[in-house]
Structure formats: structure tokens, C-alpha cells
Nanobody, 111 residues
């Protein structure tokens, strides 16, 4: 059974950093595409970044330069590194693969 468990969220001030983790069980990240999405209050869920086959990364254009994604194939987990955070990054961040979603981890950025 595929399971995704996110962690690492919290509250930070503008300019701070957080590193989110998604532990994946049931499938190898080296053979799949794992995505990080976020959903702000009152907004639709949107793609933040994705990691394919454990090595090929993609970050959406507006977040390039601040967010990076990487994976640990041995531990079967995917990280989302978020730097220079802004209040508009406040959202619940979700890990995704196929039709599966994690429960999310909340990020709050205060000004």
C-alpha cells in the first residue's frame, strides 16, 4: 500500500527557511515521480516541484531560486528545501504520487 507522510512544516518569519520531508512507502521513488503541491487558504492546490526517478528535478518557474527538491533513494524520501520564504508561501504542503496524497504539513510565514 502506498503511503506518503510529510513533515517539517512550521512557523517562520519572512526570509526564513524550512526543509520539508516526504517519506514514501510502498513504491520506490527511483521509479516514480513524486510531487510537492501546496494549497493556500481560499486557493486551489498548485504544483510546487517534482522529482522524477529520484534524480530529475523540476521546480515551477515562480519558485525557482528559492525552492529546491531532492531525494534520498536509500531512505525513499523526498525533500523540499524552501529558502527566503515569503508570506505568500503560507499554505499546506502536500506530497503526491499517482492518485495518492499525503495529509500535508502546514507552513506559516509571518511578515
Amino acid at each position: 500500500q502506498v503511503e506518503l507522510v510529510e513533515s517539517g512544516g512550521g512557523s517562520v518569519q519572512t526570509g526564513g527557511s524550512l526543509r520539508l520531508s516526504c517519506v514514501v512507502s510502498g513504491i520506490p521513488i527511483s521509479l516514480n515521480t513524486i510531487g510537492w503541491y501546496r494549497q493556500a487558504p481560499g486557493s486551489e492546490r498548485e504544483l510546487v516541484a517534482a522529482l522524477s526517478n529520484g534524480v530529475r528535478s523540476h521546480v515551477t518557474d515562480p519558485l525557482k531560486g528559492r525552492f529546491t527538491i531532492d531525494g534520498d533513494n536509500a531512505k525513499n524520501l523526498v525533500h523540499l528545501q524552501m529558502d527566503n520564504l515569503k508570506p505568500e508561501d503560507t499554505a499546506v504542503y502536500y506530497c503526491h504520487v499517482g492518485s495518492r496524497w499525503g495529509k500535508g504539513t502546514r507552513v506559516i510565514v509571518s511578515s
